[in-house]
């Protein structure tokens, strides 16, 4: 009877992060466009076990989008720079993981040229395009997809290759 319990509440653990990193991802697409979903993200991250190099990964990316939607030039630079660190650290933890390579290829193809924050985009590219279709969450493939079929970093031809 002990294990069947300790076996339901792992489970229900299990059920919980699923739903709790669905609705990261949620908020992680739209917090571009919105700094209410921003700052949600920034939140729900805050409140998840940092361990969790994937949870890492959005807090980070949380932070530079954050940078986008501040007035002020320091805190932008604060945003940012505080999301480079948070992402390197989320990286070296998991340094396959297509979801961490994915968060920091987005921000990287988007953010500003003159940020110089470029240098790892042709190595998670390739990450990318070559190990999606591996992917066992059809959620986060997805997710994944349609930013590379709309992305900035891929040529024609790469974008081809994904259908």
Request: hydrophobic share 40%; glycine share 6%; charged share 30%.
């Amino acid at each position: 009877m002990k294990y069947l319990v300790i076996f339901f509440f792992g489970l229900v653990g299990m059920v919980n992060q699923q739903s709790d990193i669905s609705e990261v991802r949620k908020l992680y697409y739209k917090a571009a466009d919105n700094e209410n979903a921003a700052r949600s993200l920034l939140e729900l991250s805050e409140k998840r076990d940092i361990k969790d190099p994937v949870v890492l990964g959005y807090k980070g990316a949380g932070h530079m989008i954050m940078a986008k939607h501040v007035g002020n030039p320091f805190k932008k630079m604060s945003h940012f720079n505080k999301g480079k660190d948070i992402f390197s650290t989320a990286i070296a933890s998991d340094n396959q993981s297509l979801e961490l390579r994915f968060l920091r290829f987005a921000v990287q193809a988007e953010a500003p040229a003159f940020l110089g924050y470029r240098d790892n985009l042709e190595e998670d590219k390739a990450l990318l395009i070559g190990g999606v279709d591996t992917l066992q969450d059809k959620e986060l493939q997805k997710m994944i997809l349609n930013y590379l079929k709309t992305s900035k970093g891929l040529t024609a031809a790469e974008k081809e290759k994904l259908n």
